[in-house]
């Protein structure tokens, strides 16, 4: 509803992990709808939950100055669902609640910044009548018709960084390194950082790996007088047989029909998620037995989602927050505002949801890789 001066009063929430120019978003878009386009904004706390729970912060030029260079959100965030949302112990389906803070609080739409999980929500409250747009934020890359993502640069360079450093200790220690990088069931920070710091193996959950082939690769390297060599592994990676365990369990879930055979296969698949977590330290094991070259691991974790953002990523955020203000002005709503070339471009939400953009396996990067001659663990 638009408020009695006319003026449109938007929502707008950061849900899902935190990434790298997540303020840099909220700034664009606010700047643009409050300063270009005479919006009012108000803030949800804490994603989805805040937004069920109706907790929110005025957003104004105040609020929105000073964050551009800010790590994290300032608007805090959460992994909820909103259909299937903890509350009191219980799951619950809190999409009605939504739509009645919704009208209460006047909105006239609602901006969802973030990725795969966040883009289910705003195709979930747009079906039950909201005015949505997201914008994609991950560090993962795994966005579905967008170029990009926001989070994804930064990332990146960070983990570009830490490769270039553990470098140092593997040549002089005569040692493997193996490092593990994030990026969910996507391959693409491990593959971008592999290549832009040089790692001599990059191993992707698009390719599941052949440890005897990874130790071949060692091992020649070692015979060419390189007796160090440095691995970046994603968090998804696996070893051929661990990859047809998950894609069994997955195809069991995907099958599973009554709420029975859905819970079992549920538990099988974490089960086997469980059970693979440790599996960067166990390949570790596996090429020091083969190689005799001694192994270490480090693991990045969430040093890649913090700090401040990069200029790529403070650039593209700006552009799809401006971009999302021009189409809240238009009432183009139920789409994700998608990086394309240098432009932008408004996607339908339902040809995003659901979906998670994988490295092709014949994409440029990957050849690059192999011409290189870096092991893929094929
Ligand atoms: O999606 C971003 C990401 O950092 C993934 O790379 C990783 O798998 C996941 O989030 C970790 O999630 P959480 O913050 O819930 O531990």
């Given at each position: 509803m638009t408020t009695p001066s006319g003026t449109k009063r938007i929502g707008i929430l950061t849900a899902g992990g935190d990434s790298p120019g997540l303020n840099a978003a909220i700034r664009g878009f606010g700047k643009a709808a409050?300063?270009?386009?005479?919006m009012e904004l108000i803030g949800f706390r804490d994603g989805i939950r805040g937004l069920v729970q109706n907790r929110y912060t005025v957003l104004d030029g105040k609020a929105l100055?000073?964050?551009?260079?800010?790590?994290?959100?300032?608007l805090s965030t959460s992994r909820d669902k909103v259909h299937r949302m903890v509350v009191d112990g219980e799951l619950r389906d809190m999409r009605a609640q939504v739509v009645e803070n919704y009208e209460k609080e006047g909105l006239d739409g609602l901006v969802l910044l973030g990725g795969g999980g966040t883009a289910k929500n705003a195709m979930r409250l747009a079906e039950a009548g909201l005015n949505v747009i997201t914008l994609p934020k991950t560090i993962?890359?795994?966005?579905?018709?967008?170029?990009t993502t926001f989070g994804f640069a930064t990332a990146m360079e960070i983990a570009t960084e830490a490769i270039d450093r553990l470098h140092s200790t593997a040549h002089s220690h005569h040692r493997i390194i193996l490092t593990e990088i994030m990026g969910h069931r996507a391959g693409w920070l491990t593959l971008g950082a592999g290549i832009a710091g040089g790692a001599d193996i990059i191993l992707l959950p698009e390719i599941p790996y052949s440890v005897e082939a990874v130790a071949e690769t060692i091992k020649a390297r070692t015979s060419r007088g390189s007796n160090f060599s440095v691995v970046a592994v994603a968090e998804g990676a696996r070893d051929r047989s661990d990859a047809a365990d998950y894609e069994a369990a997955l195809l069991l879930v995907k099958a599973a029909k009554t709420p029975e055979a859905i819970r079992a296969a549920k538990t099988h698949l974490a089960h086997v998620e469980d059970s693979q977590r440790e599996h960067t330290f166990k390949l570790a094991r596996e090429l020091e037995a083969a190689t005799g070259l001694e192994s270490r691991v480090t693991i990045l974790g969430y040093v890649q989602r913090g700090g401040t953002p990069c200029a790529a990523d403070r650039l593209l955020a700006t552009r799809l927050g401006t971009a999302a203000a021009d189409a809240v002005a238009h009432s183009e709503f139920g789409v994700m505002v998608a990086a394309r070339g240098e432009n932008t471009e408004l996607v339908p939400l339902g040809e995003v949801a659901g979906k998670v953009k994988l490295v092709p396996l014949y994409h440029e990067w990957i050849e690059a890789a192999r011409k290189l001659g870096t092991g893929l663990g094929e």
């Open positions: 409050i300063g270009h386009y005479g100055s000073g964050i551009l260079t800010i790590g994290g959100t300032i993962d890359n795994d966005i579905a018709c967008t170029d």
